[in-house]
């Protein structure tokens, strides 16, 4: 028999009394339609593509094509160690996780087995999908500073390298492929970018091609999208642990056999003392970067110059995802804000287009927004619940 569903619906115009959120419009070119909670087990959402979730021990993918209800397509099944990192290759419909025990798998999530395993001699701290003109590579970083490179599906290795004395916590590939940025956070670290095909297609007897950026306790770092040999780093530094960001720009030439590489240093800044140290950041066209304070979202040039501050949130800001396109903020006031980019003006800035919040008499929610991601068709949040597992929901956008 049937379970039976408690559900929540969201509407750009007035909430009915058993709704639990709500939105605010600053935009009529982008509303969420629907929003629907499931019990525990279920996933509801109003998309037309796959969406993918993890328990402790399972990976699970489920249909979004039904406006009401999401139908689960497939299960992983229950792994002996917990799942620690996912990563997906939409392009191939493969899916790579990593569990506590540092075994890699590759799922085609149609099939019950793994498409491949491979058992790493240390605990893994990074996963980075890297789809190159030669193909998908697989990239983790491990406890011992060890990145390995390995092909897919048959997660065969094709280098190996000791970036670190410590932890690869952080793999960045660029945009156009060229660069991997490898770093940790602990302070005695420096990162390192790798030229990507140096990592692909390893000289005997040699080192990867490589380069150390002068700038240590990393803790965030981002390509520029369009300016695809420009990164940002995010540190922190000192007994007050003062948070600043450094943009580099990054060039290979190449004469002969010989391959020489430079990152130049185009900018940096550190924020004021009083100022609350970010978590997260991301960064627009290259000469912005955006991040949380406390309930506050910034936007700053990458010399240091206030561009918009934002106060959407009444909260702390626990997650933030850039792109391209869009910037979406949650909060622990259980709230969630979408913005878009505008390049009109000498710097690109933000649009604020909706907001969505809690509005019930419940002064301890059972349920709060703890990640989001968005694309150009979806909002996609986990909603973790305090008593049981979290769920998916999924909001469509309509442009």
């Known amino acids: 028999m049937k379970k039976q569903r408690e559900a929540v619906t969201v509407s750009p115009c007035a909430c009915r009394k058993r709704e639990i959120w709500k939105t ?26 796959p969406a993918a979730r993890w328990s402790h021990h399972d990976f699970i993918v489920q249909d979004q094509r039904d ?5 689960m397509i497939w299960s992983s099944p229950v792994q002996q160690s917990s799942i620690m990192r996912l990563a ?10 990593v569990d506590l025990e540092g075994t890699v798998k590759v799922w085609n999530c149609q099939d019950e ?37 390995l092909t897919v599906p048959e997660l065969r290795g094709v280098s190996k390298v000791n970036a670190f004395k410590y932890s690869v916590d952080l793999l960045h590939c660029s945009p156009d492929k060229k660069w991997i940025f490898a770093s940790g956070t602990h302070q005695n670290i420096l990162p390192v970018v790798f030229l990507t095909e140096s990592l692909l297609k390893p000289s005997e007897g040699k080192s990867p091609l490589s ?15 369009r300016r695809t040999s420009r990164i940002t780093v995010m540190y922190r530094r000192g007994s007050c642990k003062k948070t600043g960001f450094t943009t580099f720009e990054l060039m290979a030439k190449r004469t002969g056999d010989q391959t020489d590489m430079q990152a130049r240093q185009i900018a940096t800044f550190l924020l004021p003392l ?17 991040f949380e304070s406390g309930p506050s979202l910034f936007l700053f040039t990458i010399s240091g110059h206030l561009l918009q501050r934002f106060e959407d949130h009444q909260r702390t800001i ?17 709230s969630l804000h979408l913005y878009m980019w505008d390049e009109e003006g000498r710097y690109p800035h933000l649009k604020s287009c909706c907001h969505l919040e809690h509005v019930g008499n419940d002064p301890a929610p ?15 949040c986990v909603m973790s619940r305090i008593r049981e597992s979290s769920i998916l929901v999924m909001y469509s956008l309509h442009m």
Request: hydrophobic letters at 35%.
């Open 318 to 334: 626990g997650n933030l995802w850039v792109d391209p396109v869009h910037v979406l903020t949650t909060s622990t006031d259980d």
């Open 88 to 97: 997906t290759l939409p392009q191939m419909h493969l899916a790579f996780t």
């Open 274 to 290: 009083h100022m609350e140290s970010p978590i997260w950041m991301g960064v627009g066209d290259g000469n912005t970067v955006v």
């Open 24 to 49: 605010k419009t600053h935009s009529e070119e982008l509303l969420p339609c629907l929003l629907t909670l499931g019990k525990k087990g279920h996933t509801t959402n109003a998309c037309a593509l």
């Open 211 to 225: 380069l150390s950026i002068p700038f240590s306790s990393c803790c965030r770092a981002c390509w520029a999208p």
């Open 113 to 149: 087995d793994a498409l491949a395993t491979l058992t790493m001699p240390w605990t893994c701290f990074s996963l980075e999908i890297c789809l190159t003109n030669d193909g998908p590579f697989l990239m983790v970083g491990n406890s011992e500073g060890d990145i390995y490179t």
């Open 366 to 380: 059972s349920c709060y927004v703890s990640k989001a991601i968005c694309d150009n068709m979806s909002i996609v």
């Open 67 to 71: 406006d009401n209800e999401g139908t």
